[in-house]
């Protein structure tokens, strides 16, 4: 007997756990993973800056015209991991269409990856498509002053930097604070000096490397943050998160912290998908942080 959608998927998810940083496992998973009712994709591929890679997706509520008019949604920019060096946006729309299902407008962004840029290049594109989202995301009936900045491993990494360092936003010419919070999944936000071949391609170069790590350059006023991990993780190790939320909380940040037993570092992620929810609470803690900021 065939396989269901749902079986394929937990068959899927089982055999790339180990191997998530694979965009073509990735993309299998996606292409087999049940769709959530209830969202869909708005704008697909929809420039944000001049490089090929500046492209983003947008998922919104599937709901009418005038629902979207009366009632602005939050919004959730989601920057994807990869090791700073792979990755592609059409492989995380289960990410998009799980949160927009539950009613947060997300965008999803491509970045330039290792070797094209090297730190912060990657950094630097999140404050571009966030830019772009301030501008243009009340036309999909989401609120520009409800943004959350959201990634998974080295995207939760980027979302942390431009969440606490408010001179990359500067940069691309906003003002203020335009973050609503920050999400972030199993990040690694305390890992110099570099010893992983990934990260010393991505930031060896950089010249004051403390610089680099979010732990060193939390601040006072940082919006606030929901850190989650599954103590399972052995990718990026728990106490990344752990440290993070340590330091932002003497800062004053307030701080969800979140541990998934038994979860690992695919885990986190794979648990938004609609098959494996039962794993972990992922998607409804991320939802009631954002709905609730």
């Given at each position: 007997m065939p396989a269901s959608?749902?079986?394929?998927a937990l068959l899927t998810a089982g055999l790339l756990a180990p191997v998530l940083s694979s965009c073509s496992a990735?993309?299998?998973?996606?292409?087999?993973?049940?769709?959530?009712?209830?969202?869909?994709?708005?704008?697909?591929?929809?420039?944000?800056?001049?490089?090929?890679?500046?492209?983003?997706d947008v998922f919104v509520p599937d709901e009418s015209a005038g629902a979207r008019a009366a009632k602005r949604r939050p919004v959730a920019l989601f920057i994807y991991g990869g090791s700073w060096n792979s990755g592609a946006r059409a492989d995380y729309a289960f990410v998009g269409r799980a949160l927009a299902a539950r009613g947060i407008v997300t965008v999803v962004m491509d970045y330039r990856l290792v070797p094209q840029v090297r730190y912060p290049g990657f950094v630097e594109d999140g404050a571009l498509a966030t830019r772009w989202v301030k501008s243009e995301i009340g036309r999909f009936g989401g609120d520009p002053a409800r943004?959350?900045?959201?990634?998974?491993?080295?995207?939760?990494?980027?979302?942390?930097?431009?969440?606490?360092?408010?001179?990359f936003t500067r940069d691309v010419g906003l003002r203020g604070a335009p973050y609503r919070g920050l999400v972030g999944l199993a990040g690694p936000y305390d890992f110099y000096p570099f010893d992983v071949g990934a990260a010393r391609e991505a930031f060896g170069q950089w010249p004051r490397p403390q610089e680099t790590q979010p732990v060193s350059i939390a601040r006072r006023g940082a919006p606030p943050a929901f850190l989650a991990y599954g103590t399972e993780d052995t990718t990026v190790l728990p106490r990344n998160s752990r440290k993070l939320a340590e330091v932002l909380r003497s800062l004053g940040t307030r701080v969800v912290e979140r541990a998934y037993p038994g979860v690992s570092h695919a885990g986190i992620l794979l648990a938004l998908s609609k098959p494996l929810r039962e794993r972990a609470p992922v998607l409804d803690d991320v939802v009631a942080f954002i709905q609730g900021g």
């Open positions: 959608p749902s079986r394929r990735l993309g299998v998973f996606n292409a087999v993973t049940p769709a959530d009712s209830g969202a869909r994709l708005a704008a697909e591929g929809v420039s944000y800056g001049p490089d090929p890679r500046h492209k983003l943004l959350f900045i959201m990634g998974h491993s080295a995207g939760a990494y980027s979302a942390a930097m431009l969440a606490l360092n408010p001179a």
